[in-house]
């Protein structure tokens, strides 16, 4: 069984661009979680989707936001670039039933100059 | 709020040596999700163990064992005769139940370097 992908697995991009990530979770996961990840503020939840609704909500901005695809496919955007959101963005997915555990995609590294 | 705290931030050991990783966890829930991770060079989190709240036993898997202790709110991690492939980054995390279990608050992890 094929593992979370992300695309693309790389990506600068200047200050005040927007971004676009995608995630395809593994066959079968309906749920899927963005994870930002930084050497100063560690790895921090993003949101959750599940069957094409926002599920879970971190702490972030609305400049963050998400969608899910009748698919189980997921899309990040990042509008207005800043500096500060420079990381490594993981997807995760499962199941999507509440007891299930979360595997994790290899990530796409963006960073903003 | 929940929280996940690993007080280690790196460990460096000879290769053959046991090393116990520590996880300390905050939450109110009654119903909760333990977690570890291990994240190697490459990047990508590698899924260790999951435990409810309501299974205190301890796991072994190989040479990989887990002792949780609900009343120390701890969740310990060791390695047993370490391997230089040990060598990575391990989280720790801590979910709540109901829907809210995909949302995992990690620990900040603990780098293990296995010295050969």
């Known amino acids: 069984k094929a593992g979370v992908t992300q695309t693309p697995r790389y990506l600068i991009k200047t200050r005040g661009q927007q971004v676009t990530l995608s995630c395809s979770p593994i066959s079968g996961h309906r749920s899927v979680s963005w994870y930002q990840q930084t050497p100063g503020q560690g790895l921090q939840f993003l949101f959750e989707y599940f069957s094409e609704t926002q599920r879970n909500k971190g702490n972030f901005p609305g400049r963050f936001s998400g969608r899910q695809f009748s698919n189980s496919r997921s899309e990040m955007n990042v509008s207005t670039l800043e500096l500060g959101d420079s990381a490594l963005y993981l997807c995760a997915s499962s199941m999507g039933s509440v007891v299930y555990e979360q595997y994790f995609g290899p990530g796409t590294r963006l960073t903003v100059t | 709020a929940q929280k996940v705290t690993q007080a280690q931030t790196e460990i460096s050991v000879v290769e053959k040596e046991d090393v116990t990783l520590d996880c300390v966890y905050e939450?109110?829930?009654?119903?909760?999700?333990l977690f570890w991770y291990k994240q190697p060079p490459s990047g990508e989190l590698v899924f260790l163990i999951r435990?409810?709240?309501?299974?205190?036993q301890n796991e072994i898997s190989g040479r990989y064992s887990w002792n949780f202790q609900k009343s120390t709110s701890s969740f310990n991690f060791t390695i047993t005769a370490s391997q230089v492939v040990d060598s990575a980054v391990y989280f720790c995390a801590l979910s709540e139940g109901g829907q809210g279990a995909q949302k995992l608050v990690f620990g900040q992890g603990t780098r293990l370097t296995i010295n050969p």
């Open positions: 939450t109110r829930d009654t119903t909760y999700y």
């Open positions: 435990r409810n709240s309501f299974d205190e």
